[in-house]
């Protein structure tokens, strides 16, 4: 064969024995993993990008009458039925005989599952064919949520369903750090799709994963899932008052996990250290698209002690030194408001422990500070007094070059 002389051709080569499948399944899967070629490599939007393909495929091939090219435009329709085009597609006279089957599925089971920390939740949701003879078996579709960074970080689909959910199921009996329960099918669409969502937008896809292959297929049938009742977009959370803020604080060092890490009755000295600690603490929970700031985990202590402080805060020695006894107690303290397990306390707490000699390094380094924390550390080290106007000035006049700055 001729090498392709456009995608729409290069598509059609490579569906060339769709016929040839076995039930409507895998072609509804072959047609998405050829989709997610479209999907990986778009810039942006990129759920758009595959709607606009599709519609471009569908009105390029309109002539095509071989059996393949009229069987992968009917999966594509089926697949993204919003595309230009797609409502006037018609099954092929030489159609195979799960063709009729394509995206004939219906919900038989919603699940959720995660971690009793909340940094991830995954959603389970099962469909049937009306025909699984023709259509192929009851399958799973799975949406990983990743809490920490506000994306659907993975999705896949697959089956049998019984195996998906029984292996499932079993997980989190065993593991007492996980949970699992039924989901409304309503908040299990609108959770995925309004993660999918920022996802799509994204310019670097995570790296592993069935995402990108999976993603149209996922896509419709998450769209067979009842939606959310309309109402009004709810603003930004708010974030904490000052005063909500105060009592926050003024509860945790009445807690015994203050008193356990010495933190209730600090020398008067370290006062100033303590509470700019824990506001440091307030400020990244509240940077998160959920922010809750009694979600501690191994993991957000890790973004927190390993990344983000060194990125947006300058600490002296004396904050460095109360840093992480500041987030072992305050971890601790919100694992007990939140009711987690026993065992979860002490991993997180270990895991804390084993990130202060890398805390250290990056503190000393300095190597992930960003540009303007770096000129805050760089002034405060000159001792220039950041309040003080007229010294401020100064030192931005004489330091112009280093920090990249043409003169006025």
């Known amino acids: ?224 899932l009842p939606a959310s009742v309309l109402t009004a977009v709810p603003d930004e959370p708010e974030p904490l008052s000052s005063e909500q803020r105060s009592a926050l604080v003024r509860a945790f060092l009445d807690s015994p996990e203050a008193a356990r890490f010495g933190l209730s009755d600090v020398p008067e000295a370290d006062l100033p250290s303590l509470h700019f600690c824990l506001s440091l603490v307030l400020d990244h929970s509240a940077s998160f698209p959920d922010a809750d700031p009694m979600r501690w985990s191994p993991a957000v202590a890790g973004l927190f002690l390993l990344d983000w402080v060194h990125r947006r805060a300058v600490l002296d020695m004396d904050d460095a030194a109360m840093l992480p006894r500041a987030v072992r107690a305050w971890a601790a303290y919100a694992a007990r408001r939140r009711g987690l397990p026993e065992s979860a306390v002490p991993q997180t707490d270990q895991a804390i422990e084993e990130m202060v000699p890398e805390f250290a390094r990056l503190y000393s380094t300095g190597e992930r500070r960003s540009p303007a924390t770096a000129a805050v550390a760089q002034l405060m080290a000159d001792g220039v007094d950041p309040d003080d106007p007229d010294a401020l000035d100064a030192w931005i006049e004489a330091n112009r070059q280093r920090l990249g700055e043409e003169p006025a």
Request: aromatic share 8%; hydrophobic share 40%.
């Open 1 to 224: 064969m001729a090498t392709p002389q456009t995608p729409y051709d290069a598509v059609l080569h490579a569906a060339r024995d769709v016929t040839k499948l076995d039930c409507a399944l895998d072609a509804e899967m072959l047609g998405a993993a050829l989709l997610g070629s479209v999907y990986a490599i778009a810039d942006e939007d990129r759920s758009t990008a595959v709607r606009e393909f599709v519609g471009g495929f569908l009105a390029a091939t309109s002539r095509r009458r071989t059996a393949a090219a009229t069987t992968i435009r009917n999966v594509f329709a089926t697949l993204v039925p919003d595309a230009e085009g797609a409502a006037t597609v018609k099954q092929g006279a030489t159609a195979p005989s799960w063709s009729g089957q394509l995206g004939k599925v219906r919900l038989t089971g919603s699940y959720a599952y995660g971690d009793v920390y909340g940094d991830q939740t995954s959603y389970l949701a099962t469909f049937a064919y009306d025909d699984g003879e023709a259509g192929g078996p009851e399958h799973a579709v799975v949406a990983l949520v990743d809490h920490n960074i506000g994306i659907t970080k993975d999705v896949f689909v697959g089956g049998p369903a019984e195996r998906i959910l029984g292996q499932v199921r079993e997980m989190c009996a065993n593991d007492e750090l996980t949970w699992f329960r039924e989901e409304e099918p309503r908040r299990l669409r609108r959770e995925v799709d309004r993660y999918l969502a920022v996802t799509d937008e994204l310019g670097d896809l995570p790296a592993e994963g069935s995402l990108a292959t999976d993603r149209a297929l996922v896509g419709a049938r998450l769209a067979l």
